[in-house]
């Protein structure tokens, strides 16, 4: 199995900044896929921003210019820093990864179990 153990999340004022950090351990032989996605009260989780074992990126358009994902891939974590934040940033923050656990493995899903970040004066 895999864990993830995330950290950085927080109360934050509007303009202020976080870094989110996530922690991937376990059985892992190979991790392709890592990203940030947020769930507000009463709404779907979503995509914050992802990038590939290769380094693309991916970000939600709310994110462009303000959050940047990265990875250390000897560390087996991804980070997401987080400047200018605004209210409507407000919500759980989860980490997720594809990983495989064997050489012949299918990669899977994993999941954090959530961080909350608050932006509010």
């Known amino acids: 199995q895999v864990q993830l153990v995330e950290s950085g999340g927080g109360l934050v004022q509007p303009g202020g900044s976080l870094r989110l950090s996530c922690a991937a351990s376990?059985?892992?032989?190979?991790?392709?896929?890592m990203g940030w996605y947020h769930q507000a009260p009463g709404k779907q989780r979503e995509l914050v921003a992802r990038?590939?074992?290769?380094?693309?990126?991916k970000y939600a358009d709310s994110a462009k210019g303000r959050f940047t994902i990265s990875r250390d891939n000897v560390k087996n974590t991804v980070y997401l820093q987080m400047n200018s934040l605004k209210p409507e940033d407000t919500a759980v923050y989860y980490c997720?990864?594809?990983?495989?656990?064997?050489?012949?493995?299918?990669?899977?899903?994993?999941w954090g179990q959530g961080t909350q970040v608050t932006v509010s004066s």
């Open positions: 997720n990864v594809n990983a495989t656990t064997t050489r012949w493995g299918y990669p899977r899903p994993y």
């Open positions: 376990g059985s892992i032989f190979s991790i392709n896929a």
């Open positions: 990038i590939t074992s290769g380094g693309s990126t």
